[in-house]
């Protein structure tokens, strides 16, 4: 089953940077504003490693990925970036307030490495497809770099949280502490006491895991190691490659959050309200809200969607609650399992988006038409005010149960089905390979 191996983490050297100034969201959460502020914060800020603005024009030998090399390299030279003198793994907490509300959870996991399998070996299962750019992308820092600046969000099961016990209650460890900039307090600890490290290593063993976030970086690592394998020179570096940085989180933890993603069509040049409000009823109760706080109606969706599938489509400034009719799963494409009838998400994407909008999959997954929002409320100002937009679907958020059935099954769920809240800092630890 699941292998999982202490390492000895290239970490930011706390007298030479402030970890504040240097640590990064994941690179496909950072937008160009985000970008722009982490460059101006440090001159060692990692997202010159794993987002790099190229230095002028781009060639074979020298490119932004060269100059990440160059910069990991460098920082290691000044001691900006040291390597802890024994393998370790790496209690991590994020503290977090609840988007939409005023309460507060705290999430937890550890970092260590573990080893790759491909998904037919059935103990790494994923749970969506994956897009052959952003694959391509990090394949290519991975092979300049040689180094995992980021962890792959694993999940895992022990509803007794004997690991989450065994790591977080002695006090004794030291802890590193940052908060980013949406107000979450992450603290990482070292720890590599043998016996520990015994036996985490032995809980996790009989454990078969999903990836809840890090489907391409997973992918990029198994093509790396398998790259790496096909070359004779290569052999004394295969080893490294066998394994990833992964963060493992407890799935049957009370601090696991899973938010909406909601869906914004737009540019749709032939939409017409009131026909697609008709067609709709085919499968769909449809019911207008008399609402207008954000909170109230997803208080409504949430009801909804205890009964049958359910959405809220904001056009202009109009709601309506649309909740599945009994059958409405029997015009569904003979593809989909009954598991993933279940979901709103194939509901949306099948039945309303392809067939009553007339969305490509190909489109759908291209973002053709199509922007995802975490904020129901910015999703519903942009149906209101912004001429571009056709309709707002507001989205009950996926549950942990259902993405464990759906990735134990073998099957995926839909683009953007899953919002694990809040991501895993890049920087806190780095794998070298070799």
């Known amino acids: 089953m699941a292998e999982i191996f202490p390492f000895a ?57 060269t100059q990440a090399a160059a910069y990991l390299k460098s920082w290691m030279r000044e001691g900006v970036l040291s390597q802890d003198n024994s393998p370790s793994i790496y209690a991590y907490s994020q503290k ?32 969506e497809q994956t897009l052959a750019k952003p694959k391509s992308d990090r394949l290519n820092l991975l092979r300049a770099t040689r180094a995992h600046f980021g962890q792959i969000f694993m999940l895992y099961s022990d509803p007794a949280q004997s690991i989450d016990s065994l790591l977080f209650d ?18 990482i600890r070292r720890i590599s006491e043998p016996a520990i490290l015994n036996i985490v290593q032995t809980e996790m063993a009989d454990r078969k895991l999903i990836i809840a976030d890090g489907h391409h970086r997973y992918e990029t690592a198994l093509n790396f190691r398998d790259e790496l394998a096909a070359s004779q020179a290569a052999n004394p570096l295969v080893e490294g490659a066998q394994a990833a940085m992964m963060t493992f989180v ?63 489509a904001a056009i202009r400034n109009k709601l309506y609650l649309l909740a ?8 569904l494409p003979a593809e989909f399992s009954s598991r993933q009838r279940r979901l709103d998400v194939v509901h949306l994407h099948a039945l309303i988006l392809e067939q009553l909008l007339g969305i490509s999959r190909e489109q759908i997954t291209d973002q053709q038409h199509i922007r995802y929002l975490r904020d129901a409320g910015e999703a ?14 507001l989205m009950n958020p996926v549950s942990i149960e259902q993405v464990r059935e759906i990735a134990f099954s073998g099957e995926v769920l839909p683009q953007k089905s899953t919002d694990f809240f809040p991501k895993l800092l890049s920087g806190l630890a780095i794998y070298l390979v070799d």
């Open 324 to 331: 599945a009719r009994p059958g409405a799963s029997d015009r």
């Open 380 to 393: 519903l100002e942009q149906a209101r005010n912004d001429p571009a937009v056709n309709v707002a679907f």
């Open 250 to 312: 407890n799935m049957d933890s009370p601090g696991l959050m899973i938010l909406a993603t909601h869906r914004v069509v737009h540019g749709l040049n032939d939409f017409d309200a009131e026909q697609f409000l008709i067609r709709t009823r085919d499968s769909y109760e449809v019911k207008s809200l008399e609402l207008s706080n954000t909170e109230e109606i997803k208080g409504a969706l949430a009801e909804s969607g205890k009964k049958t599938n359910s959405f809220v």
């Open 9 to 65: 983490a290239l970490r930011y050297n706390p007298q030479k940077v402030r970890l504040q100034d240097v640590i990064t969201q994941p690179y496909d959460k950072i937008s160009p504003q985000m970008q722009q502020d982490y460059y101006e914060a440090s001159p060692y800020n990692l997202v010159r490693i794993i987002l790099g603005q190229p230095h002028g024009a781009e060639t074979e030998r020298d490119n932004r990925y």
């Open 170 to 187: 002695d006090d004794h460890f030291a802890w590193q502490q940052v908060v980013d900039e949406y107000g979450v307090e992450h603290r």
């Open 96 to 127: 977090f307030k609840i988007p939409g509300t005023n309460r507060t959870a705290e999430r937890r996991g550890f970092i260590a490495t573990g080893r790759l399998h491909e998904y037919s070996e059935k103990i790494v299962f994923r749970h």
